[in-house]
């Protein structure tokens, strides 16, 4: 069993929807808990990151973690073409630390016009 | 500021050789991270080097082996290339303690292909 289960769709949905992304996890350990969007041909880009249990926003972005449930989800409000792309979500123990960062396998999502 | 750089994007090798990745860190940067990256799978973590030390390491065989100079940058080596080597490799540069380290900004990698 991987460490980090993510879904890796491809997930297609209209401009303008509400889009849910999401992983488990069975490593109680974890405390840092990262998104990451991978466009095509380039490298990860940090979307957000969460420290423990709770909710964080930003912009039309928003990250939920749920240690309860070892169950972390990225919302993605008013959608756009441009959202087009691979989501990663990753987790470390403490903060980057020696650089091992655990990644999903990546969902693949697709906006339409 | 200059953002992580790579070099080659492209490679193709034949199975039993040599390659050599290079990585130029993000201006300010002291630590860099090396992920292995296979079609359709999460970056997966090789090893870490801060201030020239490797400072961490991935399930990956010696075969794969590193080295950071004084300006930073980073070099990956892999020997006896295998077909599973076949992937795209990540560098990553960050800020670092040598214990706990800030964001990591990643590069655009390099394709490697192997024959």
Request: no cysteine; glycine share 0%.
């Given at each position: 069993q991987k460490e980090v289960e993510q879904d890796p769709g491809p997930l297609s949905v209209p401009e303008g929807a509400i889009v849910s992304l999401n992983c488990t996890y069975s490593?109680?350990?974890?405390q840092y808990f990262m998104w990451y969007r991978q466009y095509s041909r380039k490298g990860p880009e940090l979307l957000m990151y969460t420290y423990s249990s709770g909710n964080k926003e930003d912009g039309r972005f928003t990250a939920q973690v749920d240690k309860s449930s070892k169950y972390i989800s990225l919302f993605i409000r008013?959608?756009?073409?441009?959202?087009s792309a691979t989501y990663l979500c990753a987790m470390s123990p403490i903060y980057n630390q020696g650089g091992k960062l655990i990644f999903g396998q990546g969902t693949e999502l697709s906006v339409k016009p | 500021e200059t953002g992580v750089t790579q070099s080659p994007t492209h490679l193709i090798k034949t199975r039993g050789q040599q390659v050599t990745l290079r990585c130029s860190s993000q201006s300010g940067h002291n630590t860099v991270s090396w992920y292995q990256q296979a079609l359709g799978q999460g970056p997966q973590f090789i090893f870490q080097y801060y201030r020239e030390e490797e400072n961490g390491r991935g399930?990956?065989?010696?075969?794969f082996s590193g080295l950071q100079f004084p300006n930073y940058s980073s070099e990956l080596n892999v020997n006896a290339?295998?077909?599973?080597?076949?992937a795209l490799y990540l560098c990553a540069s960050s800020s670092s303690s040598g214990i706990t380290a800030d964001t990591q900004y990643f590069g655009p990698g390099t394709r490697l292909t192997v024959l």
């Open positions: 490593n109680s350990a974890f008013d959608s756009q073409p441009s959202d | 399930n990956f065989p010696p075969r290339l295998e077909l599973d080597d076949s």
